[in-house]
Each structure stands twice: as C-alpha cells, then as structure tokens.
C-alpha cells in the first residue's frame, strides 16, 4: 500500500478498504499488482464510480472472483459517496453492511484505518491451525472468530491475524505442513506426531539391504549354486559372480 503520503486520509482509507476485498481468495501478490494498476488509473471513489465496467474488470483482473468483485466496488463506491460523505464506515456493522464486505475485512478495515479493535479477522489460515492447535472447535470462520476472542485476551486480538496468516502460508499449510521446520510444534497435536525421516541403512558392499542389485546377487550366486552342486564344486565359483 505504497504512496500513502499522497493520499487524503479519506482516500487511504477507500484503499484499504478496496485492498482488503480485493484480498479474499487471491494471493498476495496479485492483489498488490491489482492495486498498482487501480492507483495508476486513480484510485478515488469518484474516479471508479465514473469508470466504466469493462475496464474496471480489466484492471481487476487477475484477482480471485474479479467479476463479483467488479461489481461489488462499484457498488460500495456508489453508498460510500452518497451515505458517508466519500468516506468509509467507522462501525463494524457499517462496514460488513457494505456489498462484498465479511467480517475479516471488517475487523482488519477498523483496525488500520480507525485504531479500532472490536474482534480477531479470521481467513481460512486463522481457522485452520486454531482448530489444529486445538485453540478451538468450529466449522465456521464466523464461529472461529467469537471462540478465538474469549480464548486470546483481548490486548492481543490485533496480532492474531498478522502473525497466524504467514505462518499458515509458509509452514503451517493445510497439506503436507512443514512440521519439521515449525518451532511450535511441541505445542501442537499435529506436530507432536511428527518423527525425523529415517535413512536407509546401506550394506558394507554399499548396497541397500532389499534393494534390486542385492536380489540380483542373492540370485546369481542361488542359481549358480544349483548348476553345480550336482558336480561337487560349489565353493571354486560362487566368489566370483558377488
């Protein structure tokens, strides 16, 4: 979110906002390109309302559900303007009123742009590894949220998401999760299971116990034992074919 000295504080505000709805199942990198290109046409509540769709998807596009989300901004634009005066909501209702707004967004909205804490912003990251702590036992993101703040106190709310998304994208994932590298999984049910991958103890020869050479050998020297046990000269010849 680059440029904030240029902005008014009312259209920094429309950034994060749009910023975080833009965020919702899209990667980080393609929702701060998706912002670049929206600042560089002019990213003001006036200036999207007088852009026409077809280039505002556009500029959306790479983003997830850029369609939807298209549609969504215009439409918050259009109430932002005529209902808060070209400003955003300072309320958590306010906020989830708006076309495409969740929860999540609404929580880390108020934060950035009110100093505002009234929950913890909980994506699919937050709700995993809370529920594979076993912090909490929720379906719901919605219901990870409200367990999450009677189970963190509330001098922390702030941190959980900034801290827990990361670590879910990079260690934390919800396949194949990197126990190995996690220095909390002694804390963890999941990472208390995790064990050092063992190696496979090689023979003095340098093969693999089990392994297709040692077979073949084992084979060759069998077969080669039963040519010539019927003439008495087993120990000669079974030397040379290991």
């Known amino acids: 979110m680059g440029g904030r000295n240029s902005e008014a504080p009312h259209e920094l505000r429309f950034h994060i906002l749009v910023a ?8 980080d990198e393609q929702t701060a390109a998706c912002m670049s290109r929206l600042k560089a046409h002019g990213l003001t509540i006036q200036n999207i309302l007088d852009t026409s769709d077809d280039k505002l998807k556009e500029l959306l596009y790479g983003v ?24 955003i909501p300072d309320t958590l209702e306010g906020l989830c009123a708006l ?23 909980v994506d699919v990251h937050v709700h995993r590894i809370a529920n594979r702590l076993g912090w909490v036992k929720t379906k719901q993101p ?29 260690i934390c994932r919800p396949i194949g999760p990197l126990c190995g590298d996690c220095v909390v999984r002694d804390m963890c049910p999941e990472g208390r299971k995790w064990r050092p991958p063992t190696t496979p103890k090689r023979s003095t020869s340098g093969r693999t116990p089990g392994s297709a050479s040692s077979r073949r050998t084992k084979s060759k020297i069998e077969v080669k034992y039963e040519e010539e046990a019927d003439t008495g000269d087993v120990s000669t010849h079974t030397h040379a074919h290991t």
């Not at 919605?142 to 990079?170: D, H, Y």
């Open 99 to 121: 076309p495409g707004v969740g929860p999540k967004m609404a929580h880390i909205a108020l934060n950035i742009c009110f100093n505002k804490v009234e929950g913890i912003a």
């Open 142 to 170: 919605e219901e990870t949220s409200q367990a999450l703040c009677r189970f963190v106190p509330k001098e922390l709310w702030s941190e959980v998401n900034l801290l827990i998304v990361g670590f879910g994208q990079q």
């Open 20 to 27: 975080t709805m833009l965020s919702s199942q899209t990667k």
């Open 64 to 87: 997830g559900f850029h369609n939807n989300k298209t549609k969504f901004i215009r439409e918050t634009a259009a109430i932002l303007k005529e209902q808060y005066n070209s400003d």
